[in-house]
């Protein structure tokens, strides 16, 4: 009795982990949303989960580039940076009109893009170093293109930050229509399937022929973009171009957001849902926090341990 007992336990440590690994964030989602229906005044308005969804959106968008960063065992520390110079050049050329400045923003994110993933897949510079010089670099561009916060009152580019459609806010319905279509790559196309299986084992991948420096130079690429993406997005939603602050720590909620969601740091898996579900949770936290008066420093520690929760619930588990 005492045996079966004892070879039982590390059998449901093990499915307990799973379990949390594999539907952790969703449950956490659901606890906190339980928790402020409570606890916090005024919760379940229409408004505040407006609020909270445009607040979000430009965090998810920014993480699901890094999930397909960290799907292939990299990680890109330039996404905030990349926001910034999004900022930067659309006080620069916004007076063009909005798709011409659009365009030179995509332009300038793509080169980051392409610096990033020709490092890692040409040079074999880590992943952590090449995207730590974008980061600096990149930044420092952003200040010297712009070097202090610009009003921008364009019709067009604010409608962008808080006009709606069928009363859903543009940055909710891009964000959304984002994680559809990566959903769909990484689920249905070839692409999808090299990407984890560079992540798995870059060796092997190249034994069996696939394009791997091909496939790391785009996945860098559209981490790039998407982080244009979000920052055309906040600096739209504030109405104005702030390369100083915008874009702060970025990076860090992004891979937070993917590591709770389900996806490995070592690769080889990507989970979107999670990833979407991982912002959320964060976001849900950090809202919690400041509704009930704690300073921010509650909240950094607060995203720390959940951080801690996922790595370990995800111990073990490697790329499988």
């Known amino acids: 009795m ?18 949390l690994q594999r539907y952790g964030v969703y449950a956490g989602v659901a606890a906190l949303l339980v928790v402020n229906t409570v606890i916090t005044p005024y919760f379940l308005t229409v408004e505040n989960f407006r609020t909270q969804a445009v607040q979000v959106a430009p965090v998810i968008i920014v993480a699901l580039g890094m999930a397909l960063v960290i799907g292939t065992e990299g990680v890109d520390l330039s996404v905030g940076a990349v926001m910034a110079l999004a900022a930067s050049v659309t006080a620069l050329y916004l007076g063009y009109g909005l798709l011409p400045a659009l365009l030179v923003i995509a332009l300038f994110a793509a080169a980051v893009g392409l610096a990033n993933g020709a490092l890692v ?28 916060l610009k009003d921008l009152r364009n019709p067009t580019l604010g409608s962008l930050g808080s006009g709606d459609l069928l009363g859903f ?26 990407l984890l299986a560079i992540g798995d084992s870059r060796p092997a991948a190249q034994l069996a022929g696939l394009p791997v420096r091909r496939v790391l130079i785009i996945v860098y690429v ?8 979000a920052g055309v997005l906040a600096t739209a939603r504030l109405q104005a171009s702030d390369p100083t602050s915008l874009g702060n720590l970025m990076e860090l909620s992004a891979i937070t957001a ?28 950090t809202a919690t926090l400041i509704k009930h008066d704690l300073p921010p420093s509650w909240t950094q520690i607060a995203q720390a ?16």
């Open 222 to 229: 559209i981490s790039a973009l998407l982080a244009a993406v």
């Open 2 to 19: 005492a045996e079966a007992t004892l070879r039982t336990l590390p059998l449901d440590r093990t499915r307990i982990l799973n379990w």
């Open 169 to 194: 806010p543009y940055l909710i319905i891009v964000a959304a229509a984002l994680a559809v279509l990566l959903a769909f790559v990484m689920r249905r196309t070839t692409f999808g399937r090299q």
């Open 258 to 285: 993917v590591v709770v969601g389900g996806t490995p740091l070592t690769g080889g898996r990507v989970n979107i849902a999670g990833t979407v579900a991982g912002a959320v949770l964060i976001q849900l936290l």
């Open 121 to 148: 897949a040409f040079v074999g510079v880590q992943p952590i170093v090449a995207t730590l010089a974008l980061m600096v670099g990149g930044r420092g561009l952003a200040l010297v293109l712009l070097p202090q």
């Open 305 to 320: 341990v959940v951080i801690v929760v996922a790595v370990y619930a995800a111990r073990g588990r490697g790329k499988s």
